[in-house]
């Protein structure tokens, strides 16, 4: 008999314990006081995972400068990235976990696959890593505006119609080839036809869908991992995998949810399709507002409610919004900041920007808990939000957000709200709030407007 | 057999793990559970290396995933620093 332990035995047991790590990992990240640890304990996981796994490994060499190459560049970025671009990062990561399990497919396909089944995971494996490879290069690049592609351009079109047919072609790789002999390179042409088919597949998706887009992205990510460990019969890589594919399936019903639509709504239709029924066309009175006379009104506001959109982020207004909230406080007054999930362009994307420039969490609220007792806030500051401050939601059954759950500042004694110009939000849907009478515009870049009421509480 | 039978029962775990989550966290668990994609680390470690192509297809599979990894939790860590009650 042989006592010595095998090295395949000790491995599994290994993965076990890290299995384990992750569960509770993620499960603490789920909470404001456990998250830091949570993300520590999934980190250990990850650590003795890999750990295990480079017992005994074919060619030590090559793979550990992968490692360390890879370890370099991915602290580089993490480090150097400013707060305000996490959302193109995270994308940007994802994308290169999906390229990793592309890989992995390809390679385990030249090994030659031994069983129809061996083959249909294959190429299930392939397709969901290399679209969630080149899906994610898109969304990052959509995200840092370097690409810049209308929906209803030629490009578009070809590339959602290579989308369509790279679908076609997995399922005939892996339900009509195995029958035939193949006579020509159909591996090949899959692999192409994939990485096109990412394009294709968040190209016509516009950027207010872009938290939809970003958790499903993630959500294929952990999918892919899992199918990459049932190739390779490695529990761990499915245990974590499914972790994410369930993660990144919660927020992205989170996010359909908040946007009032089906997920194959937001990927397949878009706002564009939904036909401008808008008889409605809702013009009446602006009442634009100065600087000096909105100061006048928040000082003698006692509660206010600070709406962030995504217009904060792109005017990068979020320290002067702090500011704002810390002067108002000092004054007297009840300051607390409205989030509405799918403001920006990531989940969450608001309370980043606002935990980046100091603003405490308790203060940040969700629209169930700010609607209710939104009759007695009385200056709700509505910054670059547009659709999800749009009362057409509640009120008009004819338009095109209906029924979405919004933050209903129109309720507040008065709105203020800052915008560029009278350019309609995401939705292309005209704003009735705009209208109302107790709401005062007030024009011009939200982060100067916002110094300039800060320079005059200073003063 | 038994290993799809892990894959849904984790599935189910996932689901039943992570469906409330207060909306702060959003972006550090969708950041949090990217790094933990990166696992796929373990499994191009594995890959068979017989050949110029293989070795190749290993060597990168190897360096993404780890560039996943490393990037992932490090983000996912400074994002969580800057929460913080007052």
Known sequence: MDFAIDIPTLQNITYIISSVLFITGIKMLGKESTAVKGNFLSAVAMFIAVGITCIGLVNPIVLFSGILLGAIIGSFIALKVKMTSIPEMVALFNGFGGLATFLIAWSEFNNGPDSFFQSALVMFTLAIGGITFTGSLIAYGKLSEKINIAKTSIITKIFTTIFYISLAFLLYSVFITPLLIPTFEFFTVLLVLVLLGGIGFVLPIGGGDMPVVISLLNSFSGIAAAFAGLLLFNNVLIVAGSLVGASGLILTVIMAKAMNRSISNILFVGYASSSPSSSSEEQGEINPISVSDAYLILENASSVLIVPGYGMAVAQAQHTVRELGELLEENGTDVKYGIHPVAGRMPGHMNVLLAEANVSYDVLAEPDDVNPTMDVVDVAVVIGANDVVNPSATEEPGSPIYGMPIIEVHNARTVFVLKRSMSSGFAGVQNPLFFKSNTRMLFGDAKESISGLVSEFKD | ?86
């Open chain 2, 1 to 86: 057999m038994l290993l799809g039978f892990v894959l849904i029962l984790s599935i189910y775990l996932g689901l039943e793990l992570i469906s409330k989550v207060p909306s702060t966290l959003h972006t550090p668990l969708m950041s949090g559970a990217n790094a933990i994609s990166g696992i796929a680390l373990v499994g191009a470690l594995v890959l068979s290396q017989d050949g110029q192509l293989q070795t190749t297809l290993a060597f990168l599979a190897v360096f993404f995933a780890s560039i996943n990894v490393f990037g992932g939790y490090l983000v996912t860590n400074r994002m969580l620093k800057m929460f913080k009650k007052k």
